[in-house]
């Protein structure tokens, strides 16, 4: 499944490399790509995959980025 996730404070590429490495390394996740100029985050997971969602928006808080949509 892809899902494109807007977030708040995604502001350069260092944060989006961070973003993409921590949402990456969730079990479920086959690929990730941030992006600071349209504050979004583009995922493709294994929708199967249980709690794969709640892990994905935890990552990405975690990096400092809020999840607003």
């Given at each position: 499944m892809e899902k494109k996730i807007y977030v708040v404070?995604?502001?350069d590429e260092q944060t989006e490399q961070t973003v993409q490495k921590a949402?990456?390394?969730v079990a479920?996740?086959?690929s990730c790509t941030a992006n600071a100029t349209k504050s979004q985050?583009?995922?493709n997971f294994d929708?199967?995959?249980a709690g794969v969602?709640?892990?994905i928006n935890n990552a990405i808080?975690?990096?400092g980025v809020d999840?607003?949509?």
């Open positions: 404070g995604m502001f949402v990456s390394a479920g996740v086959t985050v583009l995922v929708e199967g995959a969602e709640d892990a808080s975690g990096c999840v607003i949509g």
